[in-house]
């Protein structure tokens, strides 16, 4: 493998993924009914750019641990520093990923918020239906157009009904669908970094921090290849990772929910990322292994 086990002949981090944002008066425009999800659905968008943050400030914490560290002059410490930083690093990768694994659960969210969405026209259209009739019974109950309005009443409820059971049927569904692959990606990362941080503990002890009066030297560093077999178990360990999760179970079955996703999504796209993408991420196999080798650029 062409790989250079050092935080420092790494390029300067890239800015990450630029997430286009835009303060609108968009959530007032919703739908009543899909109003309070559309404003958890942006929030889980600035959450997810916090992970992204964290994620930029690990990688340059850990640069800045290996720069200091090498500015010391100290064989052991000028080592192990650069090692520290290339888990550091690592973790923050994790952090990225975690945001692009939220993505994909946001995108699903997107789906019930599109189905409310749907259902509110039918809701009006039945409450209008009513008051009408209950209006024209009270200023003129013999009207003739009462009977067409009753008429008229009977179909806009069968219509809401077919609508409220397609979204209680998408709510239950997605809502599993979006926590799995929500649930499943946190514990990817605290495994994941788990195993950085174990490793990363290893290395400590490779510093002889044995006091040493003036005048005295300290015996010559000579740990440089245990430090890095340290790094190159760590990298196997997250090669071999695999999810360990209890499956959720679904007995959802696919059915037309007369529901035209691409034309809300226009009508009430999400400006403030264009990063989102769809999930297509099946109940029970939520996150896909998404292990990175601890591996640097070449300079």
């Known amino acids: 493998m062409n790989r250079n086990m050092s935080i420092r002949s790494r390029k300067e981090p ?9 303060s609108t008066f968009r959530g007032m425009q919703q739908p009543e009914l899909s109003r309070k999800l559309s404003r958890l659905i942006k929030s889980e968008n600035s959450a997810i750019g916090a992970h992204e943050t964290a994620g930029r400030e690990r990688a340059a914490i850990a640069a800045a641990l290996s720069d200091w560290g090498e500015s010391t002059e100290d064989d052991a410490v000028s080592d192990i520093s650069d090692k520290l930083g290339v888990m ?3 973790i923050g990768e994790q952090e990225d990923i975690f945001a692009q694994n939220l ?3 946001r995108g699903v969210l997107k789906h019930i ?6 259902v509110q026209p039918s809701r009006d259209q039945r409450q209008k239906v009513t008051d009408e009739i209950a ?8 009207s003739t157009r009462l009977t067409t309005l009753e008429h008229e009443l009977v179909r806009a409820e069968a219509q809401n009904l077919v609508a409220e059971a397609q979204l209680s049927n998408t709510t239950r569904t997605k809502l599993k669908e979006a926590f799995d692959i929500h649930t499943a990606a946190i514990i990817e990362r605290a ?10 503990r290893r290395l400590l002890n490779y510093i002889d921090d044995s006091p040493v009066v003036p005048g005295d030297t300290r015996q010559a560093y000579d740990h440089e290849f245990d430090a ?7 990298e196997a360990d997250l090669r071999a990772w695999e999810p360990t999760l209890e499956p959720i179970s679904s007995s959802a079955v696919d059915v037309p929910t007369h529901v035209n996703d691409s034309r809300l999504d226009e009508r009430e796209q999400d400006t403030e990322s264009v990063a989102a993408g769809p999930s297509g991420v099946a109940v029970g196999n939520a996150v896909p292994s998404s292990s990175k080798q601890l591996e640097e650029p070449v300079a």
């Not at 209006?135 to 013999?142: A, H, N, R, S, V």
């Not at 495994?191 to 990363?200: D, F, G, S």
């Open 88 to 90: 550091l690093s690592e």
């Open 113 to 118: 918020r599109n189905m409310e969405a749907s």
């Open 14 to 22: 890239s800015g990450g993924r630029h997430r286009f944002t835009m």
């Open 135 to 142: 209006k024209l019974k009270y200023k003129d109950p013999t």
């Open 103 to 105: 993505e994909d659960y």
């Open 228 to 234: 890095r077999q340290v790094l190159e178990d760590a």
């Open 191 to 200: 495994e994941k970094q788990i195993i950085l941080a174990r490793h990363a």
